[in-house]
């Protein structure tokens, strides 16, 4: 885990890297690896040709269930890489990688808050399930997996480097932008009522810009009158180390936060899903 001896950690560091730490242990518990599975369209066209509506209607809610569950595994397995990614850079003193995966952290908080908060609004306990509460549903976690703003089916070509031009449709779903993410976020949970200045700052050490190359500078020192010494390095001091946590730890932690804040309905949601696979769902198409 985080090797205290890199920096002088005091009371306000070591805070956020024992929360961090608790986190990354709770996050641990989930299963290394999952599997999901969709019916193809051939066998949806099978099944919706069979006289007995119940197997469609557990093959359309098998197929939702595993969005659901794709959207929480895939979720947990990223924060899991970034985070332990993180712990990486901080123990190596590589802070222009600790930045990029703090920046990483929080738009994965931001967009996965974006989508849990919409699907909390939906009646899905069942099991007798509203048609349209269920396709909203489905939208909502296909939009959050598969949304893009990359035209993949032209890398499939093999054509890269193209986008979804904006006077044509794309194929997949628009993925939604961070910068509106972050805003919707601001706005519902006040801890991250800053969080778009925050995130300017990680966007600023994440760029080619002013903050990325203090992640190579030393603190400045005065060396003699009128000059400042700049000394650069690959790893860059203790000093500047500590500058960079002071200023990314708070919104790191609380990216991590929320992350396993909004893991915990959509782990509820699965879970009652799948017990409910063994008993008699309803769908009502009429609603």
């Known amino acids: 885990m985080f090797d205290r001896s890199v920096l002088p950690c005091g009371q306000l560091i070591s805070k956020y890297l024992d929360e961090m730490e608790r986190i990354h242990r709770e996050l641990r518990k989930y299963p290394s690896s999952d599997e999901v599975t969709w019916l193809t369209l051939e066998a949806h066209r099978d099944i919706a040709a069979a006289p007995d509506s119940e197997i469609g209607i557990r093959a359309l809610f098998g197929d939702i ?9 895939s979720t947990i397995y990223r924060t899991l890489n970034l985070l332990e990614g993180g712990i990486h850079a901080f123990n190596t003193r590589n802070y222009l990688s600790w930045v990029l995966l ?3 952290l929080l738009e994965i908080a931001a967009i996965y808050h974006y989508y849990v908060k919409r699907v909390e609004t939906l009646p899905l306990a069942g099991p007798q399930f509203s048609a349209t509460a269920l396709q ?9 997996v598969r949304g893009t703003r990359y035209d993949w089916d032209a890398m499939r070509r093999g054509v890269l480097g193209e986008t979804h031009d904006s006077d044509q449709l794309p194929k997949e779903p628009s993925a939604v932008r ?12 006040p801890r991250f009522r800053n969080v778009k200045g925050v995130y300017g700052l990680l966007s600023d050490f994440a760029h080619p810009n002013m903050g990325s190359h203090m992640t190579v500078m030393n603190v400045q020192t005065e060396k003699n ?9 690959q790893t860059a001091d203790a000093h500047r180390g ?14 991590l936060q929320k992350i396993g804040e909004m893991s915990r309905p959509i782990g509820h949601l699965v879970s009652r899903w799948l017990d409910l696979m063994d008993g008699k769902i309803v769908i009502d198409f009429a609603s």
Do not use: I
């Open 65 to 73: 269930f595993s969005w659901a569950r794709f959207a929480l595994s």
């Open 136 to 144: 909203q549903a489905e939208n909502l976690f296909m939009s959050y």
């Open 102 to 104: 703090s920046r990483g």
């Open 178 to 189: 961070v910068g509106r993410a972050l805003k919707d976020l601001g706005r519902s949970d």
């Open 225 to 233: 009158s009128g000059h400042h010494q700049c000394v650069l390095s």
């Open 242 to 255: 500590e500058f960079v946590m002071v200023a990314t730890l708070p919104v790191t932690t609380l990216a």
